[in-house]
């Protein structure tokens, strides 16, 4: 009996001091993980408005590049981490996609974390060198159709979303391009594109933009249904004469390890969306074309999930056409 009473008033003890330490939270520095190499659109993005949500928080909020395993090294350092909002995580397409559907962290599941925000929305976009002959994605499938495997296309990673994005391409529309594969950074598509090592590159508009406003580059289409107000010169997919509605890209999120508790998600959520409401925010976004694109813990668990299966379903489909390997 005394016994019992002891690890009761052990068990009383551990609830208050948890509580006291949600009700104090933050009380230490918090670490964002970026589970991407330093300098792309995903670390700057993450940094800008992780600098914006440290103005109203008591404690430093720092970021940490964790690259590799299309985001699957530092999707484990989250899952690893206490659920006490100390270590939090931006993820993007290949954290709720890929990995799960491609098995590369068996176990792992949307579960495994909890969502605090969405942020942004970033299509993928065809986007050419300048002297290309190509004037309009109707050019470019033309073209491709009448020889086939002649255009040079670099994509992100074989398997990946950029890849896939193509592959809907070819099946939608006939044609049949010639895929080249990168690593995991639209810097070595760059590259490719500058030395005409490819004819095009499959990624966002964001993610050239330095080459699109220097003149070295132009983007040719928009896989959106909205125009993007950085880039008013390229259409979005469904405002060309091809009679396509693809629509695929990246988006970040923002999130927790499972079992996070809902007043430190709350906490985490209300102070990024005050950072994403400011007009520094907004109107840096517009400069570097990303669309913003907020959604709540509530809502864009829900988007997450609706998304994963859709996605899944489309993935399963061109495996099953002999168009994508799993």
């Known amino acids: 009996m005394k016994l019992q009473k002891t690890l009761l008033g052990m068990a009383c003890m551990s609830a208050l001091a948890a509580g006291a330490a949600q009700a104090d939270y933050p009380n230490r ?3 964002v993980i970026v589970p991407a190499a330093a300098g792309g659109g995903t670390d700057a993005i993450v940094r800008k408005i992780t600098n914006l949500a440290e103005e109203s928080m008591p404690v430093s909020m720092y970021v940490e590049n964790v690259a590799g395993g299309m985001t699957a090294t530092g999707l484990l350092q989250l899952m690893d981490a206490r659920p006490d909002g100390q270590t939090i995580a931006a993820i993007t397409y290949d954290s709720i996609i890929t990995i799960p559907w491609k098995d590369m962290l068996p176990g792992f599941g949307m579960d495994r974390m909890r969502m605090i925000a969405r942020i942004t929305q970033e299509a993928d976009a065809i986007t050419v060198a300048e002297d290309a002959p190509y004037q309009s994605l109707g050019d470019m499938i033309a073209a491709a159709k009448e020889n086939p495997g002649s255009i040079r296309i670099g994509i992100q990673n074989m398997g990946a979303r950029t890849h896939l994005t193509l592959l809907q391409l070819q099946d939608q529309t006939g044609a049949e391009f010639k895929i080249v594969s990168y690593d995991n950074s639209a810097a070595t598509q760059k590259e490719a594109l500058l030395n005409g090592e490819v004819d095009a590159v499959v990624t966002s508009l964001g993610d050239l ?6 003149g070295q580059a ?5 896989f959106s249904d909205t125009q993007n107000e950085g880039f008013p010169n390229v259409p979005p997919v469904t405002e060309t004469d091809t009679g396509l509605d693809l629509q695929m890209g990246s988006f970040i999120t923002l999130v927790a390890p499972a079992r996070t508790p809902d007043d430190v998600i709350d906490k985490l ?3 990024y969306h005050e950072a994403y409401e400011t007009d520094e925010f907004q109107q840096w976004l517009t400069q570097i074309g990303v ?7 509530e809502d864009v668990t829900e988007w997450s999930r609706d998304t994963q299966q859709q996605l899944f379903n489309t993935m399963d489909n061109l495996v099953e056409k002999g168009v994508l390997e799993k």
């Open 218 to 222: 132009r983007g040719l289409v928009e």
């Open 269 to 271: 959520e209300t102070t």
């Open 291 to 297: 669309t913003p694109a907020w959604l709540g813990s």
């Open 29 to 31: 520095d918090i670490r």
């Open 209 to 214: 933009a330095p080459l699109i406003e220097s």
